[in-house]
């Protein structure tokens, strides 16, 4: 589950008024319902959203650009579909999908280690999923079809979350098979919308850019939060991958000396395939919102490699140095040789 705290001034370009009005709304929508029906609750999940965002007021926490677009799909789907789109509909999807959110964050950051005060707010849960389910049965009667994918969406997310803290070692088949089904949620409001809107065939392009994007987020995730997956003994597949190198001396030394650089090569070539992708969905949104990804992407090989380069050439003036006693050997960053 992506959780960047970004500057409080980076914000998605992307995110225009109309939007930004609708996830205002959402957000203060949860905090009244809160307040009037349970306002002890209330006080303390407003307290949390606010902690959440880094700005402090808890709309803002959707826009940071590096976080997962959840609430942008939908708004940009529909953008897609029509050029008149329903916009109590779209704030009602919203308001869910923020619910939906912050149900699986709740869960996520306990089940993690990621977690400040959720343990005293958890039963906020019954809220928070009762809100996101709730919406829907305005627009889809009980046996319309969107409510089997809203089944099998919603309890493959969960599942995988399950599964996630049982994991000692994420290979390739359980980051497809468990880790990026944690974001399979996300298709939720892209289908209504495209229900909602006759979306017919172009739907399905939309749910694989979705499932694309939440195998880049999810990579990206693992490598931001690399160094506190350690420390806490959490397994993902980017330190699963630092493990699996023969003669590995540590875990940092690998991240520093080649690990970084390779895992970033490898989202290049993740943005590579949702360029193609984006081809299909009609949408300028998508186009520019990858363009920033793109960007922050490159900026952050430039100035991170930059950062452990200098690293690399400090050690490499250490080692030249010649020791006079053992107490003063530096430590070695190069991986041990074969021999």
Not at 263 to 271: G, P
Request: charge should be negative; include cysteine.
């Amino acid at each position: 589950m992506s959780r960047h705290a970004d500057s409080p001034t980076e914000v998605l370009p992307s995110a225009d008024d109309e939007l930004r009005k609708l996830i205002d709304h959402a957000c203060a929508r949860i905090e009244d319902e809160l307040n009037r029906r349970a306002p002890f609750l209330g006080q303390k999940i407003s307290e949390w959203m606010a902690h959440l965002s880094p700005t402090g007021k808890a709309p803002e926490y959707f826009f940071q650009p590096r976080s997962f677009p959840l609430v942008h799909l939908p708004w940009w789907a529909a953008k897609s579909f029509t050029a008149e789109p329903d916009l109590k509909f779209l704030g009602d999807v919203i308001y869910s999908t923020i619910n939906g959110y912050y149900y699986i964050r709740l869960l996520d950051n306990l089940m993690d280690d990621h977690g400040t005060i959720e343990a005293d707010i958890l039963p906020g849960t019954a809220f928070f999923h009762t809100e996101f389910q709730a919406v829907y049965h305005e627009y889809f009667e009980a046996t319309h079809p969107f409510w089997e994918m809203f089944r099998s969406a919603w309890f493959s997310a969960s599942d995988a979350v399950t599964r996630e803290a049982h994991l000692d070692f994420v290979d390739k088949a359980a980051f497809e098979q468990v880790i990026v089904p944690k974001l399979a949620a996300a298709k939720i409001p892209v289908v209504a919308v495209g229900l909602r809107h006759g979306a017919g065939w172009r739907l399905r392009c939309w749910e694989e850019f979705t499932l694309g994007l939440a195998r880049f987020s999810q990579m990206e995730d693992d490598l931001s939060d690399w160094h506190h997956d350690l420390h806490h003994g959490i397994a993902s597949y980017f330190l699963t991958q630092a493990r699996c190198q023969r003669d590995l001396e540590s875990i940092e030394a690998w991240v520093i000396c080649e690990g970084f650089q390779h895992e970033m090569e490898n989202l290049q070539r993740e943005l590579s395939t949702l360029r193609r992708l984006v081809r299909s969905l009609h949408s300028p949104d998508v186009i520019r919102y990858l363009d920033v990804r793109d960007t922050i992407l490159q900026t952050q090989m430039v100035r991170i490699g930059e950062a452990f380069q200098v690293i690399k050439d400090v050690h490499r003036i250490l080692r030249s140095v010649p020791q006079t006693s053992d107490h003063s050997a530096p430590v070695r960053l190069k991986r041990r040789s074969a021999s």
